[in-house]
């Protein structure tokens, strides 16, 4: 085995052990029946450059970080302000009820080559999302690793997740009209532009690909 992919193997199992660190000690509690963390190990996700795990309780002080950060913030909260521990908190408990009650949401986002917490990204379930398809592409990075294709490289992945793993329909994405580099990300992966509408508030472009479209594509690209 070279070294580059001895330590990726490396930083594959760190990930793979805080996912049964914190089956173990929540075992008692029983958070995951064994059906359920099987579940969450094959949703782990490696990518040229990343590797996705599914979200646990152990990311929250990171999300608080990437969250604090005004140009992470800009675009998600349209009072222009940055997210408050609490805040930050209600987001990561959204994300764990996405894994929990869908068993899909975002992933933690992990750099291959240090094996640094990046961001959040993957597919999270928007219950109040006015439509039949809910799943919606998402995603925040460091700001240090922006620019590189990363959001593109994890996205395609965590679409491929959906439609491959679990049979979704139709994926959407969301963002407001003026977040240019969220709707690059989008229009990369193969989402298309459906319009504008009001949502919690706010106006919004959105987006989205069917499960037909992202074959064909996936077909042709072979
Ligand atoms: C959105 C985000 C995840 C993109 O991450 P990323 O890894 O830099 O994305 P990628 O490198 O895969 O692609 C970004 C694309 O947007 C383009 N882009 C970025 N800023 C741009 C700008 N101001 N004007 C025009 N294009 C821009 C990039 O050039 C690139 O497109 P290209 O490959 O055609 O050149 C990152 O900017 C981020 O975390 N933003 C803050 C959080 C956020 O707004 N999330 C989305 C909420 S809906």
Redesign the pocket.
């Known amino acids: 085995m070279s070294i580059s992919r001895c330590c990726l193997r490396t930083i594959e199992l760190a990930a793979k052990r805080v996912l049964m660190q914190t089956w173990y000690n929540e075992k008692n509690a029983r958070t995951y029946s064994d059906r359920d963390f099987l579940h969450l190990m094959k949703a782990v996700i490696e990518t040229t450059h990343l590797l996705l795990r599914p979200w646990q309780e152990e990311d929250l002080d990171q999300l608080v970080r990437l969250l604090a950060r005004p140009e ?1 913030a800009r ?2 909260r349209l009072d222009g302000q940055t997210f408050t521990r609490e805040e930050s908190a209600e987001v990561h408990a959204r994300v764990l009820r996405s894994w929990n009650e869908q068993r899909l949401g975002p992933w933690a986002v992990i750099d291959k080559t240090t094996g640094s917490w990046i ?1 959040k990204l993957g597919l999270m379930y928007q219950e109040d999302w006015p439509g039949p398809d809910k799943f919606e592409v998402d ?3 460091d700001p240090a ?8 490289e994890g996205t395609q992945a965590a679409l491929r997740y959906g439609f491959v793993n679990r049979s979704l329909p139709r994926i959407i994405g969301a ?1 407001v009209p003026e ?4 709707r ?2 989008m229009e ?1 992966c193969g989402l298309t532009y459906q319009g504008e509408l009001r949502f919690r508030n706010a106006r919004i472009v959105w987006y989205a690909l069917d499960a037909s479209t992202w074959w064909t594509l996936a077909h042709e690209q072979r």
Request: glycine share 14%.
């Open positions: 992470v675009y998600i961001g995603y925040e990075l690793f922006w620019g590189r294709g990363l959001a593109t963002t977040n240019v580099a969220s690059r990300v990369k």
